[in-house]
Nanobody, 121 residues
Framework: QVQLEESGGGLVQAGGSLRLSCEVSGSIFSVSAMDWYRQAPGKQRELVASITSDFITNYAASVKGRFTITKNDAKNTVYLQMNSLKPEDTAVYYC???????????????WGQGTQVTVSS
């Protein structure tokens, strides 16, 4: 069984910073990609940033230059460093992993429970 545990959310003033972490645990054979999504009230969930097994990163236009996604393969952990936060960054942030469990022949998507980020003006 695979679990994703997120941490690091909270309340911060505009212009401040937060660092989110997501640790993946369980019977993992390989991880293809890890992503951060967010969902604000009344809006659809959107991709914020992604990182592949080869460390190729991708960012939403709205966060490019402010957010940085990194990972530590030894710890099966992905991070999202968020700087210059804006009120419009307020959302629940979800970690997503595309991985293959031991004994399976294909990748599956796994989601964390979400962590709230609130940016006050």
């Amino acid at each position: 069984q695979v679990q994703l545990e997120e941490s690091g959310g909270g309340l911060v003033q505009a212009g401040g910073s937060l660092r989110l972490s997501c640790e993946v645990s369980g019977s993992i054979f390989s991880v293809s990609a890890m992503d951060w999504y967010r969902q604000a009230p009344g809006k659809q969930r959107e991709l914020v940033a992604s990182i592949t097994s080869d460390f190729i990163t991708n960012y939403a236009a709205s966060v490019k230059g402010r957010f940085t996604i990194t990972k530590n393969d030894a710890k099966n952990t992905v991070y999202l460093q968020m700087n210059s936060l804006k009120p419009e960054d307020t959302a629940v942030y979800y970690c997503n992993a595309v991985l293959r469990e031991i004994g399976r022949r294909y990748n599956q998507n796994y989601w964390g429970q979400g962590t709230q980020v609130t940016v006050s003006s």
